[in-house]
């Protein structure tokens, strides 16, 4: 059964920064692409950061330049090291991998950008 759980979220004032990791298990980690995405309280769910199982990456045009998505697949975890934050950063954010059959999420870790 896979399982993601995230960690590394809290509370970071405007323009600090904070680093996000997802942990898999259950599954092999490495052929898979894996997503971040962010909820904002009230919003959908929004993807964020992808990144390919040959490491290709991919952001949406609002963390372009300022968020890096990572994998190290020895540790089956994936990274969201993420800088110059804003306000409208806060929200949940999950990993996601995807499967053939479906979707699995962690829990999500919540980060506040708030000063």
């Known amino acids: 059964q896979v399982q993601l759980v995230e960690s590394g979220g809290g509370l970071v004032q405007p323009g600090g920064s904070l680093r996000l990791s997802c942990v898999a298990s259950?599954?092999?980690?490495?052929?898979?692409?894996m997503d971040w995405y962010r909820q904002a309280s009230g919003e959908q769910r929004v993807l964020v950061a992808r990144?390919?199982?040959?490491?290709?990456?991919v952001y949406a045009d609002s963390v372009k330049g300022r968020f890096t998505i990572s994998r190290d697949n020895a540790k089956n975890t994936v990274y969201l090291q993420m800088n110059s934050l804003k306000p409208e950063d806060t929200a949940v954010y999950y990993c996601?991998?995807?499967?053939?059959?479906?979707?699995?999420w962690g829990r999500g870790t919540q980060v506040t950008v708030s000063s």
């Open positions: 996601n991998l995807k499967k053939s059959y479906g979707d699995f």
């Open positions: 259950g599954t092999a980690f490495s052929i898979y692409t």
């Open positions: 990144i390919t199982n040959g490491g290709s990456t």
